[in-house]
């Protein structure tokens, strides 16, 4: 019992900082911004990160009337992949699909995976907002590029990802206004 009251006091306390409720509130004015634009969030990661990115894209859409969309199709990945290099495969979804007003929202477990990172400098390049998910190393490339910037100060792959989750819903639920709700 010792193990689990350690481990779940050492994430809690790493999730729900003063910090951390600052970043959540800035997202979600990002948010705002965004759907009172009529622009859209474009969300991204690989592997956990992409299904995280998707989820988020959907309840943003759904839930919060923000539009947000992925690139998870694998058509798109693999002919993207295969004509620019799987490095520079989600670059260039941002420079195909963004419109002016976007903001690109990129989920990392290490900050380091050079398809994301790649993603952020063209975000920046083309003068997007870039909303960052990272974990792991507080110096990590991703963190660069960030407007607004998530990080958890952990090298558990699954907690990093799980404290995302729970970053994002709960953006999602601040715009919403509550966190509970029927559909």
């Avoid at 010792?2 to 951390?20: C, G, I, M, P, Q």
Wanted: charge should be negative; proline fraction near 1%; include cysteine.
């Amino acid at each position: 019992m010792n193990f689990l009251n350690d481990y779940f006091a050492e994430y809690k306390k790493l999730a729900f900082t003063d910090e951390v409720q600052v970043t959540i509130e800035q997202f979600k004015e990002l948010a705002e911004t965004v759907k009172k634009s009529n622009s859209k969030m474009m969300f991204m990661g690989n592997g956990a990160s992409a299904a995280i990115s998707a989820h988020g894209a959907v309840d943003f859409t759904k839930q919060g009337g923000v539009r947000g969309v992925t690139f998870n199709e694998a058509d798109l990945i693999t002919c993207f992949a295969n004509d620019f290099g799987y490095d520079h495969w989600m670059a260039q979804a941002v420079e195909h699909y963004y419109d002016k007003g976007d903001v690109v929202v990129l989920i990392s477990v290490s900050g380091t995976s050079p398809s994301v990172v790649n993603a952020a400098k063209k975000a920046k390049e083309l003068g997007l907002k870039v909303v960052t998910f990272t974990g792991r190393n507080i110096d990590n490339d991703l963190r660069a590029y960030a407007d607004v910037d998530f990080w958890v100060d952990s090298h558990a792959y699954n907690i990093v990802e799980c404290i995302h989750m729970i970053w994002l819903c709960s953006a999602i639920d601040l715009l919403i206004g509550k966190a509970e709700y029927e559909t």
